[in-house]
């Protein structure tokens, strides 16, 4: 049985041949195995997954090159994270902003958080919303809940809502969520 630095190892010439093949893709195999070795090893669920299905470690690592997003915790932009006793690689919300950026669908994105304390107005699909809070106050009260702002290459504006109810939904469906609750 392998050990998981050299299941890592196994995934080197290929994700350095990925990346070879695409000059935008800028992440390396020394930082980004590195970052890998830091995620299977920060507790016993990804572990353990890790050690049951190292083939699914070495494709995620692969992957890494594939999508060219860093496992770095610094950007947090993907993660190889346990689901059914194997590893996947997510890529977050921030990830997703970059990939959109870089390809130039968008210009930029902007996530937040709405409280109940906060105003919020929704404006619909294509217009920017007004959101008034104090980013200071101790207590903004709970979650009522979030969205997503992008702004187009052409200057329009993309607007994605979503309730604290549809959230805790989509989180109760989680696989990876229900290991670390």
Not at 39 to 60: G, H
Not at 85 to 100: H, M, T
Not at 114 to 133: I, K, L, M, N, R
Request: charged share 20%; with cysteine; hydrophobic share 40%.
């Amino acid at each position: 049985m392998s050990t998981l630095p050299e299941v890592i190892s196994e995934a080197k010439d290929k994700f350095i041949a990925i990346v070879q093949e695409n000059p935008d893709i800028r992440v390396k195999w020394q930082t980004e195995s590195m970052f890998a070795m830091q995620q299977v090893t920060k507790n016993k669920y990804i572990t353990e997954a890790a050690q049951s299905s190292p083939a699914s470690l070495r494709n995620a690592v692969i992957n890494v090159a594939s999508i060219g997003l860093s496992l770095n915790p610094a950007t947090a932009y993907a993660y190889l994270v346990p689901r059914d006793g194997v590893i996947c690689l997510d890529v977050s919300y921030r990830g997703l902003i970059k990939v959109a950026t870089d390809t130039g669908s968008i210009m930029w994105a902007k996530a937040d958080v709405v409280y109940a304390q906060d105003t919020f107005v929704y404006h619909g699909p294509a217009s920017t919303p007004t959101h008034e809070a104090d980013p200071f106050s101790k207590d903004r009260g709970e979650v009522v809940g979030v969205y997503c702002i992008a702004k187009t290459c052409d200057g329009d504006y993309l607007i994605e809502t979503m309730s604290e109810e549809e959230l805790q939904d989509i989180k109760s469906k989680s696989k990876s969520c229900l290991l670390y609750t």
